[in-house]
């Protein structure tokens, strides 16, 4: 069954830099597209940006242009979401979600990585 | 970017009840919407996309309409594992793909 499983909750300092990893299986991982939504606590949803795991394309939120990067192995069937310059602001729950058929619907969802910046 | 509002913001609804979201966009996205549904602690589940397409394995009980600007999500009898709250979706423009703030169905 397809599954996307992600690392686990992150505690940073403001200005540091966060890499959350989203592991596929039960599907071709290069076949999809892989996205990345987040939320604040109590909060609504917040689409930060796509990948295309065959090529390595990208495209990002102008919210978080030149502090995210969203990267991936396939050799392991992994994605990767980094954002750096971490501010307060982006203490949330990080989810990547996979995209059926490129048409920007997200049929299936990790499990969700709580990212907390506090000093 | 494309602007999506939902109402009611809440609702009380007993089981049974037909209950009926309303979702809008700041312009027209043809039928390029998806609504979702997320419970406390858990992450979203996709139950309609092309506005009124059921995503398999959700039940027949949720039905999606509208095009262009205005939207529906109507729950035809309200089951005990539907209070939850719920999440419309553009797909029309990107980026970004935008969501609306949420319409939370709890227990009357």
């Known amino acids: 069954q397809v599954q996307l499983v992600q690392s686990g909750a992150e505690v940073k300092k403001p200005g540091a830099s966060v890499k959350v990893s989203c592991k596929a299986s039960?599907?071709?991982?290069?076949?999809?597209?892989i996205n990345w939504v987040r939320q604040a606590t109590g909060q609504g949803l917040e689409w930060m940006g796509w990948?295309?795991?065959?090529?390595?394309?990208?495209g990002y939120a102008q919210k978080f242009q030149g502090r995210v990067t969203m990267t991936r192995n396939t050799s392991i069937s992994t994605a990767y979401m980094e954002l750096s310059s971490l501010r307060s602001e982006d203490t949330a729950v990080y989810y990547c979600?996979?995209?059926?058929?490129?048409?920007?619907?997200?049929?299936?969802w990790g499990q969700g990585t709580l990212v907390t910046v506090s000093s | 970017d494309i602007q999506m509002t939902q109402s009611p913001s809440s609702v009380s609804a007993s089981v049974g009840d037909r209950v009926t979201i309303t979702c809008r966009a700041s312009?027209?996205?043809?039928?390029?919407l998806a609504w979702y549904q997320q419970k406390p602690g858990k992450a979203p589940k996709l139950l309609i996309y092309?506005?009124?397409s059921l995503q398999s394995g959700v039940p027949s009980r949720f039905s999606g309409s509208g095009s262009g600007t205005d939207f529906t999500l109507t729950i035809s009898s309200l089951q005990p594992e539907d209070f939850a709250t719920y999440y419309c979706q553009q797909a029309n423009s990107f980026p970004p793909f935008t969501f609306g703030p949420g319409t939370k169905v709890d227990i009357k």
């Open positions: 092309a506005a009124s």
């Open positions: 312009q027209g996205i043809s039928s390029w």
């Open positions: 990948m295309n795991p065959n090529s390595g394309n990208t």
């Open positions: 979600a996979r995209d059926p058929q490129r048409m920007g619907y997200f049929d299936y």
């Open positions: 039960g599907y071709t991982f290069t076949s999809y597209d």
